[in-house]
């Protein structure tokens, strides 16, 4: 199995665990796979499903990458796409005293990665992604960005465009740098931004 250079995108649901713990299952177990699905369907760039977990799903594209216009663009509609489906559910569920709690609770954050050390097998009817630059990508949602809901760009996927350009992309804001140390991995660069100032 040789390695490609793969990007990476996980869409992951903030908030899931308190959601799933305060909220009572008759309500959690309708709108959480509708709050997956809106954000499956509103895959613009045609990226292949990896993963769909129980709060995120693992979205991939190998060989030559999008413009990073494109890239935005994509993230800017699963975080618009996510919230009016919060809110249409809240509406359709108005008659579960807990519905109030779905829009209160729930958000998305987003994290991409672009790496070289990836392969693909087939395990059923799905493609594995395994690799370091997978578990780089799952350790960046474990981060210590402040915000619940953001963007996080790895620096070794925003290092494959122009740095000055691709911050020139966010018309809602500023990118910010972060980094963080993991065990075995070491220190992991990045920026990020919040994506609320686009639903505001």
């Known amino acids: 199995m040789a390695s490609e250079p793969t990007l990476l995108c996980i869409p992951d649901i903030s908030g899931f665990t308190k959601?799933?713990?305060?909220?009572?299952?008759?309500?959690?177990?309708?709108?959480?796979?509708?709050?997956?699905?809106?954000?499956?369907?509103?895959?613009?760039?045609?990226?292949?499903?990896?993963?769909?977990?129980?709060?995120?799903?693992?979205?991939?594209?190998?060989?030559?990458?999008?413009?990073?216009?494109?890239?935005?663009?994509?993230?800017?509609?699963?975080?618009?796409?996510?919230?009016?489906?919060?809110?249409?559910?809240?509406?359709?569920?108005?008659?579960?005293?807990?519905?109030?709690?779905?829009?209160?609770?729930?958000?998305?954050?987003?994290?991409?990665?672009?790496?070289?050390?990836i392969v693909m097998t087939q395990v059923g009817n799905r493609i594995k992604l395994l690799g370091e630059d997978v578990i780089i990508a799952h350790r960046l949602l474990k981060n210590n960005v402040e915000e619940d809901e953001y963007l996080l760009i790895s620096d070794q996927l925003l290092q494959c465009y122009d740095e000055k350009s691709a911050e020139e992309e966010f018309d809602w804001g500023t990118l910010r740098k972060g980094s963080m140390a993991y065990e075995h991995i070491g220190e992991l660069k990045y920026h990020y931004i919040p994506l609320s100032p686009l639903v505001e």
């Open 19 to 117: 959601f799933m713990s305060d909220v009572n299952f008759e309500l959690t177990s309708k709108v959480i796979p509708s709050l997956l699905n809106k954000v499956i369907y509103s895959n613009t760039l045609n990226l292949k499903v990896s993963e769909i977990e129980g709060d995120a799903v693992l979205f991939f594209s190998k060989g030559s990458l999008p413009s990073f216009s494109e890239l935005v663009d994509q993230c800017n509609t699963f975080y618009t796409g996510f919230y009016k489906q919060l809110h249409l559910l809240q509406k359709a569920y108005a008659s579960n005293h807990q519905a109030f709690e779905i829009p209160r609770i729930l958000g998305l954050k987003i994290i991409l990665h672009y790496g070289d050390e």
